[in-house]
Antibody
Framework: EVQLVESGGGLVKPGGSLRLSCAAS????????MNWVRQAPGKGLEWVSS????????YYADSVKGRFTISRDNAKNSLYLQMNSLRAEDTAVYYC??????????WGQGTLVTVSS | QSVLTQPPSASGTPGQRVTISCSGS????????VNWYQQLPGTAPKLLIY???QRPSGVPDRFSGSKSGTSASLAISGLQSEDEADYYC????????????FGGGTKLTVL
C-alpha cells in the first residue's frame, strides 16, 4: 500500500524557516517524481514544487522561487521542502504527492504550516 | 486566481447526473491531459480521473471525464450523498518551464 506521511509543519513567525519532510513507503520511491502541493485555509490547491526521480529536474512555482528548496534522499525514501523567508501567504496545508509519468496520483494527509507573529 | 477555470459550485439530487466544467488554454489543457481530484471534507485529494477519461482502480464507473480542445468536463451519474465534496481539475502547463496547474475547485452539494 502506498503511504506518504508528511511532518514538520507548525507555527513560525514571518521571515522564519521550516523544513517539511515526507516519508514514503509501499512503492519504489527512487522511481518516481515527487511534488509538494499546498492548500491555504478554505482555498483551492496550488502546486509548489516538483523533483524528478534522480533530482535531475526541479521546478518551482513563481510564488516560492528563491525561498523554497525541494530535495529528496532516495536511500531514506524521503522528500523534503526547505522553506525560508516565510510569509503570511505561505500559510497552508502542505501535501506531498507521488507522480507517475502523467499525473500526481497518491497524496499524503498533509501538514499544516502557519506563518504568524 | 487559478489558471484553470471551474464553476465554484454545483448541485444535484440523488440519482441525478451532474457535470463540472474546466476551462484552460493551449499551454495546459490544449496540449496535455486532464486529471480530476475529489476532496472530501478534511481529507487529502484523491485521484478520480486521469488522462482525460481513465479511472484508477476502485473508482466507480459513475464518474467519467472528457476533453475537447481547451476544455474538459467531469460527469457524475447516479449521484449519491457521499459524492458531496470539492472537485478539482488539473493539467500540466508547458509555459514557464513547466508546472502543474489546478482549477479553483467546485463544491458539489447533494440536495
Amino acid at each position: 500500500e502506498v503511504q506518504l506521511v508528511e511532518s514538520g509543519g507548525g507555527l513560525v513567525k514571518p521571515g522564519g524557516s521550516l523544513r517539511l519532510s515526507c516519508a514514503a513507503s509501499g512503492f519504489t520511491f527512487s522511481s518516481y517524481s515527487m511534488n509538494w502541493v499546498r492548500q491555504a485555509p478554505g482555498k483551492g490547491l496550488e502546486w509548489v514544487s516538483s523533483i524528478s526521480s534522480s533530482s535531475s529536474y526541479i521546478y518551482y512555482a513563481d510564488s516560492v522561487k528563491g525561498r523554497f528548496t525541494i530535495s529528496r534522499d532516495n536511500a531514506k525514501n524521503s522528500l523534503y521542502l526547505q522553506m525560508n523567508s516565510l510569509r503570511a501567504e505561505d500559510t497552508a496545508v502542505y501535501y506531498c504527492a507521488r507522480e507517475t509519468d502523467i499525473v500526481p496520483d497518491y497524496w499524503g494527509q498533509g501538514t499544516l504550516v502557519t506563518v504568524s507573529s | 486566481q487559478s489558471v484553470l477555470t471551474q464553476p465554484p459550485s454545483a448541485s444535484g439530487t440523488p440519482g441525478q447526473r451532474v457535470t463540472i466544467s474546466c476551462s484552460g488554454s493551449s499551454s495546459n489543457i490544449g496540449s496535455n491531459t486532464v486529471n480530476w481530484y475529489q476532496q472530501l471534507p478534511g481529507t487529502a485529494p484523491k485521484l478520480l480521473i486521469y488522462s482525460n477519461n481513465q479511472r484508477p482502480s476502485g473508482v466507480p464507473d459513475r464518474f467519467s471525464g472528457s476533453k475537447s480542445g481547451t476544455s474538459a468536463s467531469l460527469a457524475i451519474s447516479g449521484l449519491q450523498s457521499e459524492d458531496e465534496a470539492d472537485y478539482y481539475c488539473a493539467a500540466w502547463d508547458d509555459s514557464l518551464n513547466g508546472r502543474w496547474v489546478f482549477g479553483g475547485g467546485t463544491k458539489l452539494t447533494v440536495l
